[in-house]
């Protein structure tokens, strides 16, 4: 017995620092460029911008990408990517126009109905990909231009020729589930706290922010579940497994297929719930909704800490990601700087990461 | 003689007008490493793809203890018992020992909605069954891609046999190791067999079947030309029978008989 203890010691393998286990969670770099971004505007911008206010004027963006971006990013564990999720957003959102103002369906069925019609179309994505084995970045890029023009047909047909369906705010006024997918939720609280002195207010005694927006509440909430599938359970599992080599996973016995048809339809899912939820906002739908939306959601998965060949990546790590996107939007208009250093700021990201990412994945897997 | 675990019988496999097997016999008691040994193309991979499932024979029968059986998916041959490590292992470089271990059976914990990993006692069987192998991870979260090439063959044997293997086909996996590492998994192979799992050992290296094979079967052009019994057969005659006898003798005549 003994002898089994001290060979249980390898004497070529010196003790992991702190930082090497750090280094090997996917999600770290997102969380330094939050740090990082964080500590730019705190000294550039208007002290403003991390009010409570603040706060929520940038999360709110960020939390209606990092929807997309999560589900992208499970995806893109799987090994796959879905470049149809912006127009899916614009398509979606024209489904649940049509349903809830020209059907007049109330929620409990368009909601449902809607994220049906979009999860038969991401499996009609993943089928295709499967069955064809092609690249899922050009099938999906064929998506992106299919169910653009689909929403702009569409929504010709259905309003008589305008780009744009009205009247979605009204048909939805009242119905009981329309607070959990519109305006803010905890409002009580912040009543009272702003009454109590807590949170600043206006004059008249309403609190300045009267609540937290419910996007933001769906994006924490499906960044926790994300997280707990990936890494708590047999899914999760099968997700990793099936994006780090196919054909390994399915000689396991993983379901392969099963797998990435769910995932496709997952990311078809998120975009229909940041259609339902901005179409409400907004009172209307129209063709350009979602516009860019798959490539901003690709970055904040990449941000996040996944890796373009699949296989390794975090939910948590596309939340940060998100973070940041909604900060450099956002936080830009708090600062001198042009707001069109967006885009620059945005591609530096982006590269900084995959150069970052890279890195990081010979030092897990110790590639020399 | 005791009983075969599985026995096949007069394997043919055509694909469209091509013979890939040609009615090949076969079979592997508890206990025993049965070699099988062929030159590249002679029909090895596809013998054993029929064996674990992938394909199923265009005539010819198996037995599985016995019984007469036909399984129509990997999975099904699995879950009787018949693991095969494929060359590419089946290994993601990028997931831990663990996370690779259990990959498709994840132990869990808990019911309905509250159903998760058993992580911890994923962690504990994976140190303790590659512990059994001669392999000390330096922690279960390693990623096998830290591994060498020999270690990860051993996860995927440890793996098979923990799966309850009753039958273990190892697809050449000595091909790509070195000398060490090469003599490592022999060992492990070795160690397998002692617990009463049969093993087929697939390999176009004489020497390394014939240091651990209980039986030799040489196949070449989809046909077998006979098993031999351990003892009974050197090296060299089982390298000529591999590449069809004459051709390698004309061979050795220019090498200075190297090969």
């Known amino acids: 017995m003994s002898a089994e203890n001290l060979s249980q010691q390898d004497e070529r393998i010196r003790a992991e620092s702190l930082a090497t286990k750090l280094m090997k969670k996917p999600e770290l770099g997102a969380i330094g460029g939050v740090v990082l971004v964080t500590l730019f505007f705190l000294a550039t911008a208007d002290s403003a911008m991390f009010t409570l206010s603040g706060i929520m004027n940038f999360m709110t963006p960020a939390a209606q990408l990092g929807i997309l971006g999560i589900a992208a990013a499970m995806l893109m564990i799987g090994g796959e990517f879905d470049l149809s999720i912006g127009s899916m957003v614009a398509f979606a959102g024209m489904v649940f126009g049509v349903f809830t103002v020209n059907l007049g369906l109330p929620l409990i069925f368009a909601i449902p109905l809607t994220m049906a019609f979009a999860a038969l179309i991401g499996a009609l994505n993943g089928a295709i990909v499967l069955r064809t084995g092609l690249p899922s970045f050009i099938v999906t890029l064929a998506g992106l231009f299919i169910l653009r023009g689909a929403s702009l047909v569409g929504l010709k047909l259905f309003t008589g020729g305008s780009t744009q369906l009205r009247g979605v705010r009204d048909a939805v006024e009242g119905d009981f589930l329309a607070p959990l997918f519109s305006g803010d939720a905890f409002t009580g609280l912040f009543g009272w706290l702003a009454s109590i002195g807590v949170i600043d207010s206006f004059k008249s005694g309403t609190p300045k922010v009267p609540g937290i927006p419910v996007e933001i509440l769906w994006f924490v909430a499906i960044a926790l579940v994300a997280t707990y599938i990936l890494v708590r359970t047999p899914v999760g599992n099968w997700v990793f497994a099936t994006g780090g080599d196919t054909n390994a996973a399915k000689n396991s016995g993983v379901p392969v297929r099963g797998v990435k048809i769910s995932l496709f339809m997952l990311t078809a899912c998120a975009a229909s719930l940041v259609a339902i939820i901005t179409v409400i906002d907004a009172g209307s739908t129209d063709a350009r909704r979602g516009f860019m939306k798959e490539f901003e959601a690709i970055i904040t998965a990449v941000i996040g800490g996944c890796l373009l060949t699949g296989g390794y990546g975090s939910a948590i790590g596309a939340f940060f990601g998100a973070i940041i996107f909604g900060m450099v939007t956002i936080g830009l208009t708090y600062t001198d700087f042009d707001q069109d250093w967006f885009q620059i700021f945005l591609g530096g990201m982006l590269l900084l990461a995959v150069v970052f990412n890279n890195v990081i994945r010979k030092r897990v897997t110790g590639e020399r | ?259």
């Not at chain 2, 994923?122 to 192998?133: D, L, S, V």
């Not at chain 2, 077998?224 to 005659?237: D, M, N, R, W």
């Open chain 2, 1 to 259: 003689m005791t009983q075969p675990i599985i026995h096949m019988e007069s394997i043919k496999k055509h694909f469209g007008n091509v013979i890939a097997l040609n009615g090949v016999t076969f079979d592997v008691t508890p206990g025993e490493c049965h070699c099988l040994l062929g030159d590249n193309g002679a029909g090895k991979s596809t013998f054993i793809k029929t064996m674990s499932g992938v394909h199923k024979p265009t005539a010819g029968e198996i037995f599985f203890e016995g019984k007469p059986l036909s399984f129509d998916s990997p999975r099904e041959a699995m879950e009787a018992g018949i693991a095969t490590v494929f060359q590419d292992l089946a290994m993601i470089p990028l997931m831990s020992v663990t996370r690779n271990f259990f990959m498709g059976r994840e132990p869990t914990k808990g019911r309905g909605l509250t159903k998760r990993l058993d992580i911890d006692r994923a962690n504990e069987i994976t140190m303790e069954e590659m512990r059994k192998m001669g392999i000390n991870l330096r922690a279960p979260d390693q990623a096998v891609g830290t591994l060498s090439g020999g270690e990860r063959q051993t996860v995927a044997i440890a793996r098979a046999v923990y799966f309850g293997a009753k039958v273990l086909i190892l697809d050449e996996p000595t091909s790509a190791l070195g000398v060490r590492q090469t003599s490592n998994v022999l060992s492990t192979i070795a160690r397998v067999r002692e617990q009463g799992v049969g093993v087929v050992f697939i390999s176009h290296n004489v020497r390394h079947a014939m240091a651990v094979g209980d039986r030799f079967t040489v196949l070449n052009r989809g046909q077998t030309l006979g098993t031999a019994v351990k003892g009974e057969i050197t090296s060299a005659e089982l390298q000529d029978l591999m590449a069809g006898g004459q051709e390698l003798a004309q061979l050795e005549g220019s090498l200075g008989g190297t090969i």
